[in-house]
């Protein structure tokens, strides 16, 4: 085999290895059963909805939405276009504690009375503070129509509906905290900088490494190319 062979093949194998740290999935998603027991104006009402939660980078942070598969609640009265108003709660976990408040439009359809109350699909930011992987559960869900509000509070200790590896403005991994804003759902941003302490080096995450793996891949290139070079003039020597 020639030498340029075995330099592209050993290309190859770098580049491949950066693909495929770069192609690792930072983030992992599960519907959810939650359990929600509604303190309403007429009473206790309840009823358990596969939970999904989904969260889209978008410039420093995340879009999250969360999605209700079933209705949670009812009307004794029906429900005019535009009268009823769902918020809720996305719990953080792992390496960063906290809360994101989500929100939707009101219902654009009449909901008719004694029928299960379909949620739209929720939205709120969450801009990260530390690094690691972050963990977000379906927490209180708020409803609020014709003048009432109905509170509905998860009762069966549901799990993590999405898990994202995120990078904090700061760097530096660890627990932390996030509150939703009460509009848009936006979440507060952390402060920039963050050098980490106690002599420790600072860590690299899954891009970095990838991007490591790539100017590796470069260097091998390189190298093989001046080999191939210098092989070749010093044949044309010899032959000379």
């Given at each position: 085999m020639s030498n340029q062979k075995r330099t592209t093949l050993a290309l190859a194998a770098a580049l491949a290895g950066s693909i495929v740290v770069a192609g690792a999935p930072a983030a992992h998603a599960e519907v959810v059963d939650v359990n929600y027991q509604c303190v309403t104006p007429i009473g206790p009402k309840g009823a358990v909805s596969p939970i999904d939660i989904k969260g889209v980078k978008s410039g420093d942070g995340?879009?999250?939405?969360?999605?209700?598969?079933?209705?949670v609640s009812s009307s004794p009265v029906e429900l005019g276009k535009g009268a009823m108003n769902p918020s809720a709660v996305i719990e953080l976990g792992g390496a960063e504690?906290?809360?994101?408040?989500?929100?939707?439009?009101?219902?654009?359809?009449?909901?008719?009375?004694?029928?299960?109350i379909k949620i739209s699909d929720l939205s709120g930011t969450y801009t990260p503070k530390k690094s690691g992987?972050?963990?977000?559960?379906?927490?209180?869900?708020?409803?609020?129509?014709?003048?009432?509000?109905?509170?509905?509070?998860?009762?069966?200790?549901?799990?993590?509906?999405?898990?994202?590896?995120?990078?904090?403005?700061?760097?530096?991994?660890?627990?932390?905290?996030?509150?939703?804003?009460?509009?848009g759902g936006a979440s507060t941003g952390g402060s920039t900088g963050g050098a980490s302490g106690g002599g420790e080096l600072?860590?690299?995450?899954?891009?970095?490494?990838?991007?490591?793996?790539?100017?590796?891949?470069?260097?091998?290139?390189?190298?093989?190319a001046a080999g191939v070079l210098w092989l070749t003039r010093r044949g044309q020597r010899s032959a000379g």
């Open positions: 995340y879009k999250l939405t969360m999605s209700f598969q079933k209705g504690q906290g809360k994101v408040q989500v929100t939707g439009p009101a219902n654009s359809e009449a909901i008719p009375a004694n029928t299960p992987k972050v963990t977000f559960t379906a927490g209180v869900l708020t409803i609020k129509a014709l003048g009432t509000t109905t509170t509905c509070t998860p009762k069966n200790s549901p799990g993590p509906s999405l898990e994202l590896d995120v990078q904090g403005a700061g760097g530096s991994s660890g627990g932390g905290s996030a509150d939703g804003g009460s509009t600072p860590r690299t995450g899954p891009l970095d490494s990838a991007v490591a793996l790539g100017t590796l891949g470069g260097t091998v290139l390189l190298t093989g």
